[in-house]
């Protein structure tokens, strides 16, 4: 039963448009949620996160909102560039004594030119 | 900085080989992790270490061993590998069990015929 769940395997974005991942969780211990960003051959970077305290936190032209409610949350590029076509990996933790990462599958994301 | 660095990048086994393989971080972090990656499944938590001589098994822990002798280092063991062992793994460091956001090496890809 997956926790972390990324319906969309793919999505295409033309150059400058508006990119929106998006992300489902049903653990509602969930409290700290992170968008990692993955290039073909390399690790995982971590690209922004958000704790369950807020509803939306931004970093340059990447946004991140979680609607609790929901148990959804959401990543926005804005503008895309084709640099940021990479695979997307929405990530969740619940505070403890370890916090574990629990990932969802993981959005291939295609900025055209 | 080197950050964390696994080795080999690339490795092909046979069934019931075993192999060790290779993390070590340079940044003094308590906490370091082992992922495997599949299509569809995301990244899956294998084993972890808060710290030297502490280890718990994660998600998926069945067929692999591991150890922490010193803070820079948390090798993956595969005692007899098998094709089902087929995937890319990830090894990652962390600060401190309280940190959240989790560095990544960049992969080691395992085939097991």
């Known amino acids: 039963d997956q926790q972390v769940k990324q319906n969309s395997p793919s999505l295409s974005v033309q150059e400058g448009r508006i990119s929106i991942l998006n992300c489902d969780y049903t653990?509602?211990?969930?409290?700290?949620f992170l968008w990692y960003k993955k290039y073909p051959a390399e690790g995982p970077t971590f690209l922004i996160s958000?704790?369950?305290?807020?509803d939306k936190n931004e970093d340059g032209r990447f946004t991140v909102f979680l609607n609790k409610s929901a148990k959804h949350l959401s990543l926005h590029i804005v503008p895309s560039q084709p640099g940021d076509s990479a695979v997307y990996f929405c990530?969740?933790?619940?505070?403890?004594?370890?916090?574990?990462?629990?990932f969802g599958s993981g959005t291939q994301l295609t900025v055209l030119p | 900085n080197a950050g964390v660095t696994q080795t080999p990048k690339f490795q092909v086994l046979k069934t019931g080989q075993s192999m060790t393989l290779q993390c070590a971080q340079d940044?003094?972090?308590?906490?370091m992790s082992w992922y495997r990656q599949d299509p569809g499944m995301g990244l899956r938590l294998i084993h972890y270490?808060?710290?030297?001589?502490?280890?718990d098994q994660g998600e998926v822990p069945n067929g692999y061993n591991v150890s922490r002798s010193t803070t820079e280092d948390f090798p993956l063991r595969l005692l007899s590998a098998a094709p089902s062992q087929t995937s890319v793994y990830f090894c990652?460091?962390?600060?401190?069990?309280?940190?959240?956001?989790?560095?990544f090496g960049p992969g080691t890809r395992l085939t097991v015929l």
């Open positions: 653990n509602s211990m969930f409290d700290y």
């Open positions: 990652a460091s962390k600060r401190g069990i309280l940190i959240n956001e989790q560095f």
């Open positions: 990530a969740a933790t619940v505070s403890g004594s370890a916090r574990q990462l629990t």
């Open positions: 958000i704790s369950s305290i807020k």
């Open positions: 270490s808060v710290g030297a001589g502490i280890t």
């Open positions: 940044m003094n972090h308590e906490y």
